[in-house]
């Protein structure tokens, strides 16, 4: 809890509130841990007396925060880090031993009002699929004299926040929204580590618009100048690659070579064009153009993009198949959402599932980040996710987690009974929505994806079957069973589109959420103790144990849904089985 001191011997951290001096327990003196706090003007030393600041008996959650307010400077908040039991002794200054968190005995205001109430789902409220959701909620702590007003001019968001009880496991670590000040208090504003990767671009580099005289690699003013690059992943088919150098006739196939590239296909209309020796070096592109009716490909680099020189004009729309990843291994949905993360800068260590996601779904896909599009990373890992019927989300230990959604399966990592849930077993209740709980009577995957669909009028000369294949975006695959909906006339259609590249993979999606889908399905909500739901996760399984609702031998449940309220001591689990 002590700041951080520099090599150069400055100290660069802060203590929300200040930094106490050391005392009298009952006795709060207070100081500045820097001459020049960061991100605040707050050069003046504070001394409060307090008198003995008793705190009555309430268990009081310890919060801490870690981050970089601005260049080079880092702060570490800690918003009244308290410990405190029901029942314990006190010593000789009046206070319970063990009372305060901290190595050294500093003591912190008790300034805490809502140490967490925030929610956190695997989908939109209601659904087992789409889209995933970030997790959000609030921290409050009490600003009535203004003392954290200085607040104001720190910037928080983005910071880690560590939520955990004094005498119990790490609650959540999340990151901070932002702050929302009222008049007698403040509310950070609390996200799960999803928000920290999920709306940042996959790839931020834009053209400068700066060729001349024929030269250049980054577009003009009037094409691709402010746009974003494009970036393959996995297996890509028919994408349109930016021509950046329309002198020289030189395409974009990818911002970087994230794994090995190859170049499978240039196409001018549909047609094939014959491909040429590869290129050595980036140099050579712009130095050395291709046989006429030909293509040179460079394959990039870590640091170098992919690019494609023509020794011809076209004569119609090009498109380019490109192959990211070394092996068909590394473009399975798991690895490339790996890599994607990384590009985020999350390490290994911070990304998990990956390894059970591969085991049970090792299907081929592929995504292509087209020029300035601004595709966000949270709009590729959805995609793929969805690919296999996954999920991705921050978890409780501020890690990205990985993981499919599949039917409940024991074991269960843990049970509740009615006599864990709230107002004596009756807070229990069967959830109903408009799309979730009846099955579906038809399942189609749409797979293979044609990232330029182009009509007939532009593949003249191409034969019937490849127009017809060019000209849609997907290909599909069916099941379904009539029966289902006779019996059900509410029942629905389920259709998926992924970034599936082969019909078997697709064939197994469709298999699995025909298994999930075309049977009725229970939601039920259930309120218990938050230390019942302490070490249950978003899409683990659960068992469910009530005398009522054809649940008294126990049914697994998925858990889809948890809403925690610290202050009430309430946590809201919504079930999926």
Known sequence: GQPRVDPDGAVAGARLGGHPARGHH??????????????????????????????????????????????????????????ERDGVGVDEHGCPPRWYDDADLNVYE??????????????????????SRIGFGEIVVNNADGDLDYLLDVAFDG????????DGPTILIGTVGGLEFRRREISFRLRDSQALVAARLAVEKTYAGTNSGGAGLEGTADDWKGQTEPQAF???RIAAPPMVNTSRLILQASHRAVQAIAIDAILD?????????????????????????????????????????????????????????????????????????????????????????????????GYWCEPGAGVRIGTILDALAASVHGYWIGARDGSVRLGLFRAPAAPAVTEFADWQILENGTSIQRVVTETEGLPVWRVTVKYQRVWQPQSRDQLAGVALADQERLG?????IVREDPAIRARHPLAQEL?????????????????????????????????????????????DTVRLTVPRFGLSRGKLFRVVRIVEDLRANISTLTLWG
Not at 57 to 77: F, L
Not at 161 to 166: E, F, G, L, Q, W
Not at 347 to 358: E, K
């Open 472 to 476: 849609n975006a997907y290909r599909s």
């Open 269 to 365: 209309g549909g047609a094939s064009i014959t491909a040429g020796a590869n290129y050595t070096t980036l140099a050579d592109v712009e130095a050395t153009a291709p046989s006429a009716a030909t293509y040179r490909a460079f394959l990039g680099s870590a640091n170098e993009g992919a690019y494609v020189r023509l020794g011809s004009s076209p004569a119609r729309i090009l498109t380019a198949s490109i192959t990211e990843g070394t092996t068909s291994a590394d473009r399975t949905a798991a690895q490339i959402m790996r890599r994607v993360l990384r590009l985020a800068g999350l390490g290994d260590g911070q990304i998990a599932g990956v390894a059970a996601m591969d085991r049970e779904a090792p299907w081929l896909c």
């Open 110 to 131: 008790p300034r805490l009002i809502q140490a967490g109430n925030f929610e956190r789902e695997l989908f939109d409220r209601g659904r087992t699929l789409g889209q």
């Open 26 to 83: 009952g006795h709060l003196g207070w100081r500045d841990d820097t001459e020049h706090p960061v991100g605040t003007a707050r050069p003046e030393v504070l001394q409060r007396d307090r008198g003995r600041d008793r705190i009555g008996r309430r268990r009081i959650d310890r919060i801490t925060g870690r981050g970089r307010a601005g260049p080079g400077d880092e702060v570490a908040q800690d918003v009244g880090e308290v410990r």
């Open 159 to 166: 910071r880690r926040v560590t939520i955990a009880r004094a």
């Open 495 to 539: 259709t998926v589109e992924t970034v599936l590249d082969l019909e078997a993979d697709a064939t197994a999606l469709r298999d699995v959420l025909w298994s999930l889908y075309s049977v009725q399905r229970d939601t039920f909500e259930i309120a218990v103790e938050c230390r019942y739901a302490a070490a249950v996760e978003l899409g």
């Open 234 to 236: 996995g297996k890509v």
